[in-house]
């Protein structure tokens, strides 16, 4: 095939020049920051990098990060699914000022959003006395991790479910009515396993967001070493040390199993896009 007939086919004139500047700028911003990443944490070796991620408090920091972040983001598909249902369907006064307040959390610093997460489950606060006269300590808990990791992915599901759910017809819905289904059938068995591509794009976002999330959950985590310590600020406490390479070690250790989460999620929901368009 001549080159004049590889022109014919491109439909946007000068793609190759932009797909060259594409290629040329993620490689500058993405892959030559990581690629530093990787070789300086080569500098342990393979078993001194096996013997940095296999320490005791690594393993502690990863089993807080993902386990809070896997519980947040589920919880963030509940509430944001929900929220987003009125968002679209509801109405009420003041409907635009809410749907506004969904991207608070975008605009506020995280610094911010930790040291006001902290203020109101603070152990002397009306609500932190209120919650622990029943038992619940929030503040400086794995709780508090996971309130802070909510409070910070829940817009992800919001945006992603809100178009889907725009879109949506009402015609299945009520055809689904009109053949005998109860509302909590066409739900379930209807309007769910439609959303189910966005609902899992929006749980992938949060999820990812929560897992790289450090100023907002590091004033109220409390930080203890073995209990609520997160990777991030294992990272921190690492370089603060000057322990450049066991830093490296911990993310690149970090970036693997993140990649391999969100590879996860990505390949169900291309199997719920397939099965949908099937």
């Known amino acids: 095939m001549s080159t004049r007939q590889l022109r014919a086919k491109s439909v946007l004139p000068g793609f190759g020049l932009s797909l060259g500047f594409t290629v040329f700028y993620l490689s500058l911003i993405v892959l030559v920051p990581l690629a530093a990443l990787v070789f300086r944490s080569s500098e342990l070796g393979i078993a001194g990098f096996l013997e940095t991620i296999r320490h005791p408090r690594v393993l502690a920091s990863f089993k807080v990060t993902f386990l809070s972040a896997f519980i947040a983001a589920l919880a963030n598909v509940m509430f944001g699914v929900t929220v987003a249902w009125f968002l679209v369907r509801g109405r009420f006064p003041l409907k635009r000022a809410v749907d506004a307040l969904v991207d ?72 689904a009515l009109s053949l005998g289904a109860s509302k909590f059938q066409t739900l379930w068995r209807v309007v769910l396993p439609l959303l189910t591509p966005s609902i899992l794009s929006g749980f992938t976002l949060a999820f990812s967001r929560a897992l790289g999330e450090y100023g907002s959950v590091v004033f109220i985590a409390g930080n203890m070493p073995m209990k609520t310590e997160i990777a ?25 199993l993140s990649l391999l989460s969100i590879w996860t999620v990505n390949l169900l929901q291309a199997r719920a896009t397939r099965y949908l368009g099937n």
């Open 104 to 175: 608070l959390p975008f605009a506020l610093p995280t610094a911010v959003s930790g040291i006001a997460l902290t203020t109101l489950f603070a152990p002397n606060s009306t609500l932190g006395l209120a919650l622990a006269k029943v038992g619940i300590k929030v503040a400086f808990t794995s709780a508090g991790i996971t309130v802070a990791m909510i409070f910070i992915g829940l817009p992800f599901v919001i945006r992603s479910v809100q178009p889907a759910l725009a879109d949506l017809s009402k015609e299945l819905e009520e055809g």
């Open 232 to 256: 991030s600020l294992l990272i921190v406490t690492k370089l603060e040390q000057f322990d450049y390479a066991g830093a490296t070690a911990i993310a690149v250790a970090l970036l693997l």
